[in-house]
């Protein structure tokens, strides 16, 4: 048989008419119907024949495109070692997400989870003199990450395939040109795909590094949020997206009024506050309180309670306070009890006046006056509150969520919200990683110098499914080209009639030939069950040759996307085939 043909007969397929009850959104849905994977355990799938294709399709694309980026491709090993990482302290900075065991010599190892270490390790005996910068290497390979909440199948795996590559360069400037190198290899990349996404700034997490750009597929069911201008070019994932109000009314324009306690019983929320007092939401103040260690050492589980003040209307961004405060992992919002015992009163209760810890104030506050917030004290706030006379804050930042509506950070303009799929990310991550690793090699003038690196990802399963989740009808999948696994789905009515079954595998011959894949459905099944199952597994083009429509010369050829039907006479129809490809 022909590599570009397959017979359903020949292959181990089996469509599902349900999904699963934990396959929430269509993309999981239509991959756990179609037989492209099945589930092992949570966040563990086995990707099937016909699933696969799609994957390595994708990642022959990655191939090219970053062959062309000048990428060497290599592979390196999943297991490894703990000392690797404890050069970086990741070992304990990865936290829980890093799957950790034992060999048989009670040696620690982890599952790798992303491969920085490693591949500085893979580098740094050869790379010795400035003429051996720059190098650009990558593989495509199975990750693991112990992911707290595995879901939405490949979305969120614990094992998946990720495309990592690093880039090593002499000096900055060389190093930012990488950046942009690979920046435009992976607009290459998703172009390719013909799907809608967008470029937006991002957090670096703890991979570290200062920029980095996230390529994001737009869906409904992606897990991030998007803040998109109007106006200009400017895009940005929530976690870091500047928050800024329209209007900024101009502190002290109110004389200050007498700071005073009043009874708010059983007022806790904010939404009660408001009904109570008949103040908006926007000119209340709340109080929240964190602990501000790592996580990531012994005596970081001692309680470092900082407070943190935000309007009523505004949501706190965790990431933001995060790198306010320059820790590596987001700090832990204290428990009830624990907020008693630092303010005295329980939460909805608290404020900032007569505490003794660090008080972090989100910007939105600095144009309030005379406002309201917890007296400390349980069914009390206080009111004509003002900063500066009536408390000190530590530190102002920006530590709200931005929203829609907000102003655009670079113009006049609006943001408009999205929803994305992360599929890939970018960071320049300067000598983070060189120094920690000695990471050297020797310049022009004899000198020694850490070299300048950059990492690269794109999740390979995540961005199959994000390709379904965003192309798909009630009915089945809508491949996009690029990486479907078959260009043409031949439904085979009649296996039985030979004049008819003879004219197919003709037909499928001529158009592998042309390097068009061919699925034959020979199954002895229905017609009905066969154009089901086709629009499920979603090919393109679709091809219906039955003894009658043989015989009166009038085949029947489907474009998936459109289902628009063409009938066409049996030596015409690959011609209109590959017309529609
Ligand atoms: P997320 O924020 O979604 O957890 P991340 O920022 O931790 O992802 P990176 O370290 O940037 O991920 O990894 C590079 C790429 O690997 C991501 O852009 C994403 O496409 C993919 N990826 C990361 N985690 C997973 C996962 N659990 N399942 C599938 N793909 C993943
Ligand atoms: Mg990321």
Not at 400 to 407: N, Q, S, T
Not at 423 to 441: A, D, P, Q, R, T
Not at 554 to 575: M, N
């Amino acid at each position: 048989m022909h590599k570009n043909i397959l017979k359903w007969t020949e292959t181990h397929l089996f469509t599902q008419k349900e999904a699963p009850v934990d396959a929430e959104i269509p993309s999981h849905k239509l991959m756990m119907r179609s037989g492209f994977m099945k589930k092992l355990a949570p966040g563990l799938y086995s990707y099937g024949n016909i699933g696969l294709r799609a994957i390595r399709k994708f990642e022959n694309i990655l191939r090219e495109e970053l062959q062309k980026a000048g990428g060497i491709e290599i592979l390196m090993p999943m297991v490894q070692p703990k000392e690797l990482w404890m050069e970086t302290n990741r070992w304990t900075e990865m936290g829980a997400g890093l799957l950790k065991f034992k060999n048989r010599n009670d040696h620690d190892f982890c599952l790798g989870a992303t491969h920085e270490e490693a591949v500085v390790d893979y580098v740094r005996h050869d790379l010795k003199s400035y003429r051996d910068l720059p190098k650009n290497i990558y593989q495509i390979q199975t990750k693991y990450r112990d992911e707290i909440r595995p879901r939405f199948g490949l979305m969120r795996g614990r094992e998946f395939v990720m495309k990592d590559a690093y880039t090593f360069d002499m000096d900055q400037a060389a190093a930012l040109k990488s950046y942009d190198d690979m920046y435009k290899a992976y607009q290459r990349i998703f172009d390719r795909l013909n799907l809608q996404y967008r470029i937006v700034q991002a957090d670096a997490g703890n991979i570290g590094g200062s920029q980095t750009h996230e390529f994001q597929l737009l869906a409904e069911a992606g897990e991030d949020a998007l803040l998109v201008s109007d106006t200009t070019q400017f895009a940005a994932n929530v976690e870091v997206c500047p928050a800024i109000d329209f209007e900024t009314p101009k502190a002290g324009t109110m004389p200050q009024v007498t700071m005073e306690k009043f009874e708010t019983p059983n007022q806790k929320t904010i939404a009660d506050l408001e009904k109570f007092t008949s103040v908006p939401a926007n000119q209340l103040v709340k109080t929240l309180f964190y602990s501000a260690n790592d996580g990531t050492n012994a005596k970081d589980s001692q309680l470092k309670p900082i407070a943190v003040l935000l309007r009523g209307s505004d949501e706190i961004n965790p990431i933001k306070l995060k790198n306010v405060l320059g820790l590596t992992n987001e700090p832990r919002l204290l428990s009830d009890l624990e907020v008693k015992e630092v303010s005295g009163a329980h939460p909805g209760s608290c404020g900032p006046v007569g505490l003794k810890i660090p008080i972090y104030a989100d910007t939105g506050i600095m144009h309030l006056q005379n406002y309201i917030l917890g007296a400390n004290e349980d069914h009390f706030h206080m009111k004509n509150v003002n900063h500066d006379r009536d408390f000190k804050i530590t530190k102002t930042a920006d530590l709200r969520m931005a929203k829609a509506g907000d102003k655009c950070p670079e113009s006049n303009g609006k943001l408009v919200s999205f929803r994305g799929i992360e599929v890939g990310h970018v960071f320049y991550l300067g000598k983070k990683y060189s120094e920690k690793m000695n990471g050297v090699f020797l310049d022009k003038n004899g000198r020694s110098q850490h070299y300048e690196m950059g990492c690269y990802g794109i999740g390979v399963t995540r961005t199959v499914q994000a390709a379904i989740e965003q192309s798909h009808d009630q009915d089945g999948i809508i491949w996009p080209k690029a990486i479907t696994p078959f260009h043409v789905h031949i439904c085979l009515l009649d296996p039985k009639d030979q004049a008819s079954t003879d004219y197919v595998n003709q037909m499928a011959k001529a158009l592998a030939e042309k390097n068009i894949e061919v699925f034959i459905d020979d199954r002895d099944e229905r017609p009905g069950v066969k154009f089901k199952d086709a629009d499920l597994l979603g090919f393109p083009v679709r091809i219906v040759v039955g003894k009658k429509g043989f015989e009166a010369d009038q085949i029947e050829v489907v474009d998936r996307k459109t289902k628009e039907i063409f009938k066409i006479a049996k030596l015409d129809v690959e011609k209109k085939a590959l017309e529609l490809l």
